[in-house]
């Protein structure tokens, strides 16, 4: 079918029981490609682990704003180690989360910036996180200018949504958007095609019918049912714009099935 889950955490310990199935299901879903997105330098290398396994799932690595302050010099050394790895696709997920603040502001912004000048670096993209810190968030970016990057999961309003696009930046879309009270759904129309990617980010914010439960990548069709039906498109029309996408975004390639080596 070739859809592609371009944000996943399938190292998460919620699925150490059944992750084979969880990636078989995957498959039985008709996905092609999953992305799976580190947030410390643990996830980082078990995302890399993955995708030497499965040759269809491909790994980013970074340091989320939760844990920007167990940062130093001898793991920022692994970080840019990983960074080389052939299937490391981008650096992420990084930027700022003002909500829970597990780590100071200034710690956030510095850690952002080190990671986005990674990314120039090693010219891959970046996966930016931002929750209740979208001002600074565009702020750091428009200073640094990444070279191209993705808004995952994005949460802002139209102006954020504008300011992300003027940047360059892919925008996003989570199994929030089959909410009935979604706040994303009145903006998808605002998304130009060429920007528009699909995610799912689990185990995390999982989309009806099986909101509740944890998520997992074969629920993207989801997202993209609802995404379609907001747009006036078929379901494979939407599947191919995120493929599309996701492969100028991440350099996947044209890989239509997902198969263990």
């Not at 689990?202 to 998520?215: A, F, I, M, S, V």
Request: charged share 20%; glycine share 6%; net charge negative.
């Amino acid at each position: 079918m070739g859809l592609i889950d371009t944000h996943a955490h399938l190292d998460d310990n919620s699925f150490d029981l059944d992750r084979e199935q969880v990636i078989q299901d995957a498959m039985q879903a008709g996905l092609c490609a999953i992305i799976n997105v580190g947030t410390n330098l643990v996830s980082s290398k078990e995302s890399i682990e993955l995708s030497e396994a499965y040759k269809n799932i491909w790994a980013a690595v970074g340091l989320h704003p939760h844990d920007a302050s167990t940062l130093n010099e001898d793991n920022w050394k692994e970080f840019v180690n990983l960074s080389k790895h052939k299937k490391v696709v981008a650096i992420g997920e990084i930027g700022l989360d003002y909500y829970r603040m597990l780590s100071t502001k200034d710690i956030q912004q510095m850690v952002f910036r080190q990671f986005i000048g990674l990314a120039k670096e090693m010219s891959l993209p970046i996966i930016v996180h931002s929750r209740e810190a979208h001002e600074d968030t565009l702020q750091i970016l428009m200073e640094e200018q990444p070279k191209k990057g993705v808004f995952h999961a994005f949460s802002g309003d139209i102006d954020v949504l504008r300011a992300g696009l003027d940047i360059g930046l892919y925008i996003s879309i989570t199994g929030t958007i089959t909410f009935k009270k979604s706040n994303i759904a009145p903006l998808i129309n605002f998304i130009p095609l060429n920007r528009l990617l699909l995610e799912t980010d689990c185990p995390y914010l999982t989309p009806d019918p099986y909101r509740g439960k944890r998520n997992q990548p074969a629920y993207v069709q989801f997202v993209a049912k609802k995404v379609a039906e907001i747009l006036g498109l078929s379901v494979e029309k939407v599947i191919e714009i995120n493929r599309v996408n996701a492969c100028q975004l991440f350099g996947l390639g044209n890989s239509t099935r997902m198969t263990q080596i």
